[in-house]
């Protein structure tokens, strides 16, 4: 990856296991300013320190700022219209729903506008989030460049994890990109 395409690319997040120190120091390594925050419910019981107030503090002490975009585009959303019959989220359907394209619009003007945005959930690798299968999947075909901060804390354009995600469609039950891996809702 370019230098240039790295400070032009959205960026996505996930905490995992990681220190709120240790997301902080990723976060300020890679240039960000932003944390959108995609999480549907901004809670943790586990990590504390990523509840929203917590970490909304945490970046505001170390020069970030936080923004709630889980209303949005939550890997949970509120609309019924985004859940198949079996209750997973479908990934075809939200792409669909005004508020959902609010959302993407939002971080497309952020994009042009030359802020330097990381979308952040809670799982670590970039293949277990909808911040690949729906975020970066939609930017990308909007023509803004999307890179994932992986697990390990290293740059990966969203290509290689779009690659990786299609081929393990082959091998998957159920599917890697078009809903998510678990019902949240019954029908």
Do not use: W
């Amino acid at each position: 990856m370019t230098e240039a395409n790295e400070r032009l690319a959205i960026l996505t997040v996930g905490y995992g296991l990681r220190e709120a120190d240790e997301l902080i120091a990723l976060l300020q390594r890679y240039g960000v300013e932003y944390v959108g925050d995609v999480r549907s419910v901004p809670y943790s019981r586990r990590r504390p320190q990523f509840s929203r107030e917590a970490f909304e503090r945490l970046l505001r002490a170390a020069g970030l700022r936080y923004v709630f975009l889980g209303e949005t585009l939550g890997g949970r959303p509120d609309d019924p219209a985004c859940y198949d019959a079996d209750g997973h989220v479908d990934y075809d359907l939200c792409r669909t729903v005004p508020s959902f394209l609010a959302g993407i619009e939002r971080v497309e003007t952020a994009h042009r506008e030359g802020h330097r945005l990381a979308l952040l959930c809670s799982e670590a690798r970039p293949t277990d989030c909808h911040r690949s299968k729906l975020l970066a999947e939609m930017l990308v075909e909007r023509g803004v460049p999307v890179t994932h901060i992986d697990e390990d804390g290293n740059l990966v354009e969203h290509a290689e994890i779009a690659a990786r995600l299609h081929g393990s469609q082959l091998s998957l039950v159920t599917d890697a990109l078009g809903r998510s891996r678990r019902a949240y809702r019954a029908a």
